[in-house]
Structures are given as structure tokens and as C-alpha cells.
């Protein structure tokens, strides 16, 4: 059976504009092994699970499962408290907490420590978090093809990466994810993914990887990769927003690039039905985005 990867891959998919759009995320450290789904795995008890789909609704948080890699030869710690993080990816801020049961998680702020009321037991995490999806029981590329990409962005970044359930996408496996910003990465391999790593912490965008930024819709995801290859802005803050419309047919993104003003036109389409996932029953069909770009005055 063809792998949905490797049929991405061959219908020569575009991996821009496919970030998941997640403004908040929840991570839990847990060892596994996970479920197909988060929210219904019977490693959460029903309070835990009732809480998080709470959060969910309420406060948008995308609850991801973490783990450290596992690093052949490499000795494992002994069993400790469990890491909790809370990701503002607009705002690009994280907080970090330990829990000892995952019941604690019930009664844990999950508001975060902005609300006035104290810190709520968070603390500010001033460091990057590189999340790479090894999800096997939600697709099997995300294991086949994350894994090894883990193992070795681990013994580049030890302190730094993390496995993580279902980040969206399984056919652009392996994926990773760096917060706080919320920048999506596709198709990394254990030689790939560790140069990607290393240009973003020096900040820099690798564009032949780069799916987009979570904090953003898929129209100005497409406005901002047609930009960034138009004007080889590759520096993370080399791009802002400044308004995004609709009129009749066509999304109009106003935006500034390396200190350029420049409106993006973007229309959309679908492009031909096709299994989106290993586990696919149907085949769908996914969005297609033209970008037209215009200097502005």
C-alpha cells in the first residue's frame, strides 16, 4: 500500500499554506503509547478528557501529547514529574509547570498566568520547543518518518525537542513544529531536519520546507510564502501583516516585506480528489492557492 507521503510526494503537493491553524497549545509530557485521538485516549482519565475538551472550546488550546526521543545506546532518566507547557503562539510566549498525576491537570489554570489573578503556578519557558510528530496510531508515516527525524534533531537539540501526538498533515511527514511562534516544517529527514533547526534558531526561514505559521489562516499563509520566494525574505521578522479582505472571489492580504509594502491578491481553488491520509477512506480533495503580488506606494 502506497504510503500518503510518498503520494503527496509524487503528485508534487506544495507544502505551503498547510500549517494547522492553532493559536494555543497545551502540551503534556507522556510517555505513550498514544491513541489514534488525544482527547478520547484512555491514558487520560474521563475529568482530564472532559477538561481538556473544556479548554478546547473555551479557550481554543490544541492539546498535543510530548515525549522525549528515544536515542539508541542512550541511557533514559528515571521516571519524574511531568512537563506541562502553555503556548501563546500570537503573543510567542510559553509558560511551564510540573504535574505528578495527570489529575492535577483538572484544577491547573489552564488561562495561564495572564489573567491577573497571579501566575497560576506557570512559569515563563524562554526557550524554543521542537515538536516532531511520531503519531503512528493517527498515521503510520508520522512514526516511520518522524521518528528517525526525532532521533536525530534529540542529538543535535537534546533540551530542545520533543516527540508530539498529531500536528496535522500526515502526508507531508516528517513534520515538526517549532513554538513558540507556531512555524510548521514538512518533509524533514534526519539530514534535513537538524539544518532547518539550526537556520531557525539562527532566524531563519528554510522556505523549501516551510508550511506556514499556525497563528495565520491558510490565505495569508499563501500570501507569505509567494512573498518571502518573490523577495528571498528569509529572516523570521522580515514579514508582518497589516490587513487581510475579501472581495467577491479574491482574498486581498496588505502586508510589508523587508520594509516593503505589498498587497497580495489570492484566489482559490481545489485541487483533484485524493487520499489525504494513510487512513483515508475517501479520497478529498485539497485546497489550491494563486498568489498575485503588487508593490504598493
Not at 504535574?99 to 526557550?127: C, I, K, Q, R
Not at 484566489?267 to 503580488?293: F, G, I, K, N, S
Amino acid at each position: 500500500m502506497t504510503r500518503c507521503s510518498a503520494a503527496s510526494l509524487e503528485r508534487d503537493e506544495p507544502l505551503v499554506a498547510t500549517a494547522s491553524v492553532v493559536e494555543r497549545f497545551l502540551l503534556i509530557e507522556d510517555p505513550g503509547p498514544w491513541g489514534p485521538h488525544v482527547l478520547q485516549s484512555a491514558r487520560l482519565s474521563g475529568p482530564v478528557r472532559a477538561r481538556l475538551r473544556r479548554a478546547a472550546r473555551e479557550r481554543g488550546l490544541r492539546t498535543l501529547l510530548i515525549r522525549r526521543p528515544v536515542i539508541p545506546h542512550a541511557t533514559r532518566p528515571p521516571e519524574h514529574s511531568r512537563a506541562v507547557f502553555l503556548v501563546d503562539a500570537r503573543q510567542a510566549t510559553t509558560h511551564a509547570t510540573t504535574v505528578h498525576d495527570l489529575m492535577e491537570l483538572v484544577d491547573l489554570d489552564l488561562a495561564g498566568p495572564s489573567t491577573g489573578s497571579g501566575n497560576g503556578g506557570w512559569a515563563p519557558h524562554p526557550h524554543p520547543i521542537v515538536l516532531v510528530c511520531t503519531h503512528g496510531k493517527h498515521d503510520p508515516c508520522c512514526a516511520e518518518l518522524g521518528r528517525p527525524l526525532a532521533a536525530a534533531l534529540a542529538r543535535a537539540h537534546p533540551d530542545l525537542t520533543w516527540e508530539a501526538s498529531h500536528i496535522g498533515g500526515d502526508r507531508f511527514a516528517g513534520n515538526l513544529v517549532v513554538l513558540p511562534r507556531g512555524d510548521y516544517f514538512g518533509r524533514l529527514d534526519p539530514t534535513s531536519g537538524p539544518a532547518t533547526v539550526e537556520r531557525y534558531l539562527a532566524g531563519d526561514l528554510d522556505l523549501e520546507h516551510h508550511r506556514g505559521r499556525s497563528t495565520q489562516n491558510w490565505v495569508v499563509q499563501a500570501a507569505e510564502a509567494q512573498a518571502r520566494h518573490a523577495f528571498g525574505a528569509t529572516r523570521i521578522d522580515a514579514f508582518t501583516v497589516t490587513t487581510v479582505t475579501r472581495h467577491e472571489d479574491r482574498h486581498v492580504v496588505e502586508l510589508v516585506v523587508r520594509g516593503e509594502r505589498v498587497t497580495a491578491t489570492v484566489a482559490v481553488d481545489h485541487r483533484e480528489p485524493a487520499r489525504l491520509t494513510c487512513h483515508a477512506e475517501t479520497d478529498q480533495p485539497a485546497p489550491r492557492y494563486w498568489v498575485e503580488l503588487a508593490r504598493r506606494d
